[in-house]
């Protein structure tokens, strides 16, 4: 079992900066990636960035060039830096976790309440 806990949500002006960090732990072995979903009130969750136990990254269309996602191997955490924040960010930022061959597995952290004020 792999369990996912994040850190660093809260309240910031628009315009602002915002790191998430996402902790792993127990089966590390069989995480090869793990990245950032978001969910806004009312809407579906889309994906916001993924890093593989590689290095290799992907990001949605939408944050590409604001977000950044990095991992440190060493914590096992995965890191979102967010700038140049804007409202419509708002959302609930969850972690999740590919398993071996980034097979899509039912791995998620409780998630962290992202707001940008106006």
């Known amino acids: 079992q792999v369990q996912l806990v994040e850190s660093g949500g809260g309240l910031v002006q628009a315009g602002g900066s915002l790191r998430l960090s996402c902790a792993a732990s127990g089966s590390i072995f069989s995480i090869s990636a793990m990245g950032w979903y978001r969910q806004a009130a009312g809407q579906q969750r889309e994906l916001v960035a993924r890093?593989?136990?590689?290095?290799?990254?992907n990001y949605g269309d939408s944050v590409k060039g604001r977000f950044t996602i990095s991992r440190d191997n060493a914590k096992n955490t995965v890191y979102l830096q967010m700038n140049s924040l804007k409202p419509e960010v708002t959302a609930i930022y969850y972690c999740?976790?590919?398993?071996?061959?980034?097979?899509?597995?039912?791995?998620w952290g409780h998630g962290t309440l992202v707001t940008v004020s106006s």
């Open positions: 999740k976790a590919w398993g071996v061959g980034l097979r899509d597995v039912d791995v």
């Open positions: 890093i593989t136990s590689g290095g290799n990254t």
